[in-house]
Structure formats: structure tokens, C-alpha cells
């Protein structure tokens, strides 16, 4: 549970890693959050604090459903360290006196300014992989990746791998920024499914405006009211990822398996200047993880779907 701090309040002792975010009403989402935490996770890594002290410094904009999205995805990521009950701050010069004797991240300097970033590209990790060329691994905590196994445990006994985590991102008001066309996709799923023993989770709450309870080779956490954390561990545990960039897919971007995210061309041009993919890959991903600046169609679906059960050694059960 989070407690508002006063002035007085300092975090010591030493060794302690202050991590703070600027909660405005533009940096509520899930995709920068994910972001920051795992930057979070790479400077823990580094430093080895014996403590991570999660901050929020909050705007007049900001509103509570931001706080508790923040305090839960910190409580689910699986850090080296404790991590103790979120703190929020009114102020920047409040952060400079609670958290003085620890680090803090982003740095604060001698005027109690915090240095200014956002969290809407992974620039960031991509400088962290330049220097240390590796990250280390990313993970939901144990408990929920054990709620995102007996969710799938009943799939895995009536199908053969591949079992893939898909997400048909959709939001109102929001062409040509990365909806997914869910016709292409009811093809492409109806074609691959014709052949391939595979099978399909779709996460997210995003209401699709196609009635697919007829499709007997998906399920929808949205149905068994699976919570995010879960949602997001299923993003680890299954055997590999297919959707729209969006928020969710961070947890993708992140991990070590394959995938294949789709965002509309003409959408973020300016963030995706940071992001240097060359080859369909961020310059930390590995050969089996494509990010494709693309319009969605059966044929490239179908296309990355067969690459990716090729890395994972299923192409052998594909007729």
C-alpha cells in the first residue's frame, strides 16, 4: 500500500536505489511504465542496492487509477532486491530531501533538479546493451507465472506447441495508430490453424468487434477474468508472441522469446526515430524477434508465424 511522505522523512539508510517517475496525465501507460521498470531492473542489476525505493512525484493532472497501475506492476516484476511500499511526493524539491545518502535514479543534481525523461522509446536499453552487450533476464515473479501455467495447463493437454500469446490491440478513435485489422487477422488465424496444431491466447481487454467465441483454437483471458499480472506472465510462458505494438507488448519486448509485433507505418514517426531497427529487430533483440513497421496481411502473418515455429522446433509438425 503507498503512503505519502512528508519533508521531514528521509529514506536512509545507504545502499538504498530511489527510483522515481513523473506521473502526469500523459505518461499514465502501461507500455512507459513497463519501460521504466525495466530500466529499474538494469540499474539494480548494476548497482546491487539492498533496497529499490519506488517513488511517485505526482501532477495536478495525474489521478489515482495511474498510482495503483504503477504500485502493482512493481510488485509483480521479480527485481534482484526488496522492494518497499511505493511513496508518493508532491514535488521535486520533497524528492530531493527524502531520498538524500541513496541513489537516485533518474539522477538529481546539486539544485534538487531531476534530470527530465520520458519513457516512450527504449533509446534508453539500448544504450544500456551498447556498453554491456546483454540484458539480464526480465522476469514476473514465480507466483504469477505459477497462475499463467494452470491457465494454460488445460490448453496443453488438448494441443500440440505452438501455443501463442496474441494481442489484437483496439482502440476507439485511433486509426493508423497500430489497431490491429482483425479481419487479417481472422484469416490469417483460420488459414495457420487448417494446418498447424497450434493455439492461440488473446490478451487484453480490447473489445475486438468480432464475435470469435465460435473459434475452438483461441482463448481469451479476457473471459477468464485474468488479472494483468497474469496476463503479462502468460506473455513469458508461452511459446512465443504475435500483435500490435502497444503497451502489452513491452513485456515481449523485454523477454528472451520470439515474436512478431506489427505497428501501423505513419504511427509515432518521431519516437521510432530513437529506436534504430534495422532488419525488422531493435538493436538489443535477438534474430527471432521481429518488430515490423508493416500493414498487416495473411501472407506476412503467415510468414512470421512459420519463422518462429522454426526457432522454437516445431516446423517439423507443420504439414
Not at 539494480?44 to 511517485?56: D, V
Not at 482502440?171 to 497500430?178: A, E, H, L, P, R
Request: aromatic share 14%; hydrophobic share 40%.
Amino acid at each position: 500500500m503507498w503512503f505519502e511522505a512528508t519533508v521531514q522523512e528521509n529514506v536512509a539508510p545507504f545502499y538504498g536505489l530511489v527510483v522515481t517517475y513523473h506521473l502526469t496525465d500523459q505518461t499514465q501507460r502501461l507500455g512507459e511504465f513497463l519501460i521504466f521498470l525495466h530500466l529499474v531492473h538494469l540499474h539494480a542489476y548494476l548497482k546491487k542496492p539492498h533496497f529499490i525505493q519506488p517513488c511517485l512525484v505526482m501532477d495536478r493532472s495525474s489521478d489515482e487509477s495511474g498510482i495503483s497501475l504503477f504500485e502493482t506492476l512493481f510488485q509483480i516484476v521479480d527485481f534482484s532486491c526488496p522492494v518497499r511500499p511505493l511513496v508518493i511526493l508532491k514535488t521535486v524539491e520533497d524528492l530531493y530531501s527524502y531520498s538524500k545518502g541513496a541513489w537516485t535514479w533518474p539522477p538529481i543534481n546539486e539544485e534538487g533538479q531531476i534530470a527530465q525523461m520520458r519513457f516512450n522509446s527504449t533509446y534508453q536499453q539500448q544504450a544500456y546493451f551498447r556498453k554491456y552487450n546483454r540484458f539480464p533476464s526480465f522476469k514476473i515473479k514465480p507466483e504469477w507465472r505459477r497462475r499463467a501455467n494452470c491457465f494454460l495447463e488445460d490448453i496443453r493437454t488438448k494441443v500440440e506447441r505452438p501455443i501463442v500469446a496474441l494481442h489484437l490491440k483496439q482502440q476507439i478513435g485511433q486509426d493508423g495508430k497500430s489497431n490491429a485489422n482483425v479481419t487479417r487477422w481472422i484469416e490469417f488465424i483460420n488459414d495457420i490453424s487448417s494446418f498447424s496444431p497450434c493455439f492461440f491466447v488473446l490478451v487484453g481487454k480490447d473489445g475486438l468487434g468480432f464475435d470469435l467465441s465460435d473459434m475452438n483454437h483461441i482463448a481469451f483471458t479476457r473471459d477468464a477474468k485474468l488479472p494483468l499480472p497474469v496476463e503479462l506472465a502468460i506473455l513469458q510462458e508461452t511459446d512465443f508472441f504475435m500483435g500490435m505494438s502497444s503497451g502489452l507488448c513491452q513485456m515481449a519486448i523485454f523477454g528472451d522469446k520470439p515474436y512478431a509485433i506489427f505497428k501501423n507505418p505513419g504511427h509515432d514517426t518521431k519516437e521510432m526515430e530513437c529506436e534504430h531497427i534495422i532488419n525488422h529487430r531493435f538493436p538489443f533483440a535477438s534474430e527471432e524477434q521481429h518488430f515490423l513497421i508493416a500493414w498487416e496481411d495473411n501472407s506476412l502473418l503467415r510468414r512470421e508465424f512459420m519463422r518462429m515455429t522454426a526457432a522454437i522446433g516445431c516446423s517439423e509438425k507443420q504439414s
